[in-house]
C-alpha cells in the first residue's frame, strides 16, 4: 500500500505510531506488575490494586489498536518516505540551484565601463537643465551645493525648509521662501519669466554679446510642493525647460519621484527627458539600474558607493569630493573694480570658515578632518561630513588652507 501524505504529515504519523507501540508495551509491563504487586499484597488493597492494573491495560489495548490504525495509513513506511522526500527535494532545491546560476558572483573590483567621475562636465556638455531625483538621506542637499559651486553664474534657490545656517556660501538674498515663505518664492518665479522675456528682446537686438554676464542657476527645492503653492511653478519649468537654456538661465528642480507630473510637467514627458539630465540618488537609482538597464552589477556597484555613486541618465558617477570648489560661487566673486595688478583677497568668511580657519592656525601642524570638527564644535551639528568637506575645499579654493587626500578621507590644514 503507497501512501500520499506530505512529507510533514509522514514524520508526524510516525512519531505517533512509535508513541503508541510503546505505550502498548510499557502498559502491558506496569499491568504485569502490578498484578504480581497485588498477590502479595493484604487482602483489603488487593481490588485496588487489580483494577489498577486492569486500567492500565485497558489503556495499553487502546494504545495497540491506534498503532493498528497508524500503519494501515502509513502502508509501505519505507517507500513512502523515500518517495515523499524524493519529491520535496525536487520542489525546493532546483530553483535555487536556477537562481545560483543566474546571479553569479558579484565582482567587488568591478567598476562600469561608462564610468564618469564629472557629473558638472556631463552636464554642461549636454547644456541641459537638472531634474534630480532622490529620497530623505541620499544626500540631494550635498549634490545641489556641489552643482552650486561649480555650475557657474549667479545661484539663486527656492527653499521653503531652509535652516538659518543651510546655503550660507551664498548672498543670502538668493535664498527665496525660508519659514514657507511661497509668496515670496511664487513672486520670484514670475520674476524669473519677466527676465527671460527680456533676455529674449535683448539677444534678438543685439546677439549674445548683448546677455553676456546674465547666466544663472536656479535651484527648486521639493519642486512637487512649488506645483502646489505657487502658481507661477509650472509655467516656470516649462519655458525654461524649452527656452532657458539658449539664454543661459539653467536650473535645477528637485523631487522624491521621477515621474513628470511630480515636476509639474502633465502631459508633457518627453519634455522632463529631452530638455533635463536626471540625476537619480540612492535607491532611485539602484531601482533605475535594475528595472531599466537590467544590470545586477552596476546595482550592487552603486548600492556600495552610498551617496558618492549615483546615475545621471545612464551614466554611472562617482563623485570625487577632492574636486569640490567654489570658485564660481558670488560671494567669491572679486572686486573688479580694484587696480589691475592689485591681488584679490578673499571675501569675508562666514562663521563657519572662521572656526575652521581658526582651528588651523592654532594646530597648523595637524590635517582637521570632518569627523573630528563634528566633535568638536556643536557649531556643526546637524551637518554631514560631506557638507563639511565641501567647505574644506571652498576654502583651499579662495587661498585658505589646503586640502589632503580626497573622497571620504579629505581633509584641511592651514597654510600661509
Not at 535664498?175 to 520674476?191: E, L, Q, S, W, Y
Not at 507630473?261 to 540625476?279: A, M, W
Not at 576654502?395 to 571620504?408: C, H, Q, S, T, W
Amino acid at each position: 500500500m503507497s501512501s500520499n501524505l506530505h512529507p510533514s504529515q509522514l514524520h508526524q504519523h510516525l512519531q505517533m505510531y512509535a508513541c503508541a507501540k510503546w505505550s502498548f508495551w510499557g502498559s502491558l509491563v506496569v499491568s504485569c506488575g502490578l498484578l504480581f504487586l497485588g498477590a502479595s499484597q493484604k487482602a483489603d488493597s488487593k481490588p485496588w490494586i487489580l483494577g489498577a492494573s486492569v486500567g492500565t491495560l485497558e489503556v495499553g489495548r487502546r494504545h495497540r489498536q491506534t498503532a493498528k490504525l497508524l500503519l494501515e495509513s502509513l502502508g509501505d513506511i519505507d517507500r513512502a518516505s523515500r518517495l515523499n522526500f524524493q519529491g520535496w527535494a525536487r520542489a525546493n532545491t532546483q530553483p535555487t540551484a536556477q537562481l545560483a546560476l543566474t546571479i553569479g558572483a558579484i565582482d567587488v573590483n568591478w567598476k562600469p565601463e561608462n564610468l564618469i567621475t564629472d557629473p558638472v562636465e556631463y552636464i554642461q556638455k549636454k547644456q541641459k537643465h537638472v531634474a534630480l531625483v532622490g529620497g530623505t538621506g541620499d544626500g540631494k542637499s550635498t549634490f545641489t551645493q556641489y552643482l552650486s559651486s561649480k555650475i557657474g553664474g549667479r545661484v539663486v534657490v527656492y527653499d521653503s525648509d531652509a535652516k538659518p545656517d543651510d546655503w550660507s556660501w551664498l548672498d543670502q538674498k538668493d535664498v527665496i521662501g525660508r519659514k514657507g515663505n511661497f509668496k515670496a518664492i511664487d513672486t520670484a518665479m514670475g520674476k524669473d519669466l519677466e527676465i527671460l522675456e527680456q533676455l529674449v528682446q535683448l539677444r534678438g537686438e543685439g546677439g549674445d554679446n548683448a546677455i553676456a554676464g546674465r547666466e544663472r542657476f536656479m535651484i527648486a527645492e521639493e519642486f512637487p510642493i512649488l506645483v502646489d503653492e505657487c502658481d507661477n511653478a509650472t509655467s516656470w519649468i516649462k519655458r525654461h525647460a524649452k527656452r532657458g537654456r539658449r539664454y543661459k538661465q539653467f536650473i535645477c528642480a528637485l523631487a522624491q519621484n521621477d515621474t513628470a507630473e511630480n515636476f509639474g510637467l502633465q502631459g508633457d514627458k518627453d519634455i522632463l527627458y529631452s530638455c533635463f539630465c536626471l540625476v537619480r540618488l540612492g535607491q532611485f537609482g539602484r531601482e533605475y539600474a535594475r528595472t531599466k538597464l537590467k544590470d545586477p552589477q552596476l546595482e550592487q556597484w552603486l548600492k556600495a558607493g552610498g551617496k558618492k555613486r549615483f546615475l545621471v541618465d545612464d551614466c554611472p558617477i562617482e563623485l570625487d569630493l577632492s574636486n569640490l570648489g567654489t570658485e564660481n560661487m558670488v560671494h567669491m566673486e572679486t572686486d573688479s573694480g580694484g587696480d589691475e595688478g592689485e591681488q584679490s583677497q578673499p571675501s569675508a568668511m562666514n562663521e563657519y570658515e572662521q572656526f575652521i580657519l581658526d582651528w588651523g592656525q592654532n594646530n597648523s601642524d595637524k590635517v582637521l578632518k570632518a569627523r573630528i570638527l563634528l566633535q568638536a564644535s556643536r557649531l556643526f551639528e546637524g551637518m554631514q561630513p560631506d557638507e563639511v568637506r565641501i567647505i574644506f575645499a571652498s576654502m583651499a579654493d579662495r587661498g585658505l588652507g589646503e586640502v589632503e587626500g580626497n573622497g571620504d578621507r579629505l581633509g584641511w590644514r592651514w597654510s600661509k
